[in-house]
């Protein structure tokens, strides 16, 4: 069975610090896709990026970056230069490659950004 | 474009009362359909899939079923509320092909138990 760890529960930063979201996971397939989701105070999730198992390239998207590394079954979230508006929830969650697709969640790691 | 609606957004019932939650998406055929709970603390717990009509899958066994009557219609529902059916639940689709495709939510129902 596969299983998602965000052992980062609450993170506290002051606005414009850079901070990183671990992710860990464990899945025996080869073929897998992992995502970053975020929950603001509203409660909606919103999805955030996406990779597949076979792309370890990492991706930068504005502040936000994410690095993939198979090697140690990771896949961390650094905003740079954080604002008050990325106060959230964040979620990784893992999803295979079978016909529903569901997906495994992360305990989640409240971000605080604080003035 | 394709958008998921969830309704009510918040719901106070009493113990023993009946549930129905509904969610529908427009803008797409044959999406597969999810009903999570998130309970206080925040983890996110898969209660029921659906691949298409009238085809359920419950991860976990409870007080709670759902329903697909429509391609796009997803329902769950209770005959009898318990206090621990407090929660928030969302409403999810995604696209029945594509290996990869994100799951998309609704804005959810917050649902308080008496």
């Known amino acids: 069975a596969q299983k998602v760890t965000q052992a980062q529960t609450e993170i506290s930063v002051v606005e414009k610090e850079d901070v990183t979201l671990d992710c860990v996971y464990e899945t025996r397939d080869t073929t897998y896709y992992l995502f970053w989701y975020k929950q603001p105070p509203s409660g909606e999730l919103v999805f955030l990026i996406r990779?597949?198992?076979?792309?370890?390239q990492n991706e930068i998207s504005g502040r936000y970056s994410w690095n993939f590394q198979k090697s140690t079954s990771s896949f961390n979230f650094t905003i740079t230069a954080s604002q008050v508006v990325d106060s959230a929830v964040y979620f990784c969650a893992l999803s295979l490659s079978g016909s529903a697709r569901q997906l495994t969640f992360g305990s989640g790691t409240q971000l605080t950004v604080l003035p | 474009s394709q958008t998921i609606h969830q309704w009510p957004a918040t719901l106070v019932q009493p113990v023993g009362s009946p549930l129905s939650l509904e969610c529908t998406v427009e803008?797409?055929?044959?999406?597969?359909l999810y009903w999570y709970r998130q309970a206080a603390g925040r983890g996110l717990q898969l209660l029921f899939y659906?691949?298409?009509?009238?085809?359920i899958s419950s991860e976990v066994p409870q007080n709670l079923s759902a329903s697909r009557p429509q391609d796009r219609q997803f329902i769950l529902s209770s005959k009898k509320l318990l206090l621990s059916d407090s929660g928030f639940y969302l409403c999810?689709?995604?696209?029945?092909?594509?290996?990869?495709?994100?799951?998309?939510f609704g804005d959810g129902t917050r649902l308080s138990i008496l």
């Open positions: 803008g797409t055929s044959n999406p597969n």
């Open positions: 990779r597949n198992s076979f792309d370890e």
């Open positions: 659906s691949v298409g009509i009238g085809q």
């Open positions: 999810a689709w995604r696209p029945g092909t594509g290996g990869g495709q994100p799951q998309h």
